[in-house]
Nanobody, 126 residues
């Protein structure tokens, strides 16, 4: 099993920034695709972004494109989500998820990912 632990959430004003972290326990971190999803109260979990585990293969939901950036620190077994220009619509619990990078899968579908963190709350005030 792979354990994932998110951190970095909090309360921020509209227009501000946060950086979320997802620390993974696996010894083969570089061979995993890492994704971020979010879920607001009463809504379905939605796709935010994914790092497919290959150079140049990072994809973002239209709602966050140009504002959010994923990056990976292999030495630290950590995936980051830099969130800039936050707005109240970004308020949600943010989850990181992982699966082996090999092969094809539906990037935006929650049940394509095998491992999940506990989530971290992001609240953006107006």
């Amino acid at each position: 099993q792979v354990q994932l632990v998110e951190s970095g959430g909090g309360l921020v004003q509209a227009g501000g920034s946060l950086r979320l972290s997802c620390a993974a326990s696996t010894r083969t971190f570089s061979s995993y695709a890492m994704a971020w999803f979010r879920q607001a109260p009463g809504k379905e979990r939605e796709f935010v972004a994914v790092d497919r585990g290959y150079v140049g293969m990072t994809y973002y939901a239209d709602s966050v494109k140009g504002r959010f950036t994923m990056s990976r620190d292999n030495a630290a077994n950590t995936e980051y989500l830099q969130m800039d220009s936050l707005n109240p619509e970004d308020t949600a619990v943010y989850y990181c998820a992982a699966r082996p990078r090999n092969g094809s899968f539906r990037r935006t579908t929650s049940n394509e990912y095998y491992y999940w963190g506990q989530g971290t709350q992001v609240t953006v005030s107006s």
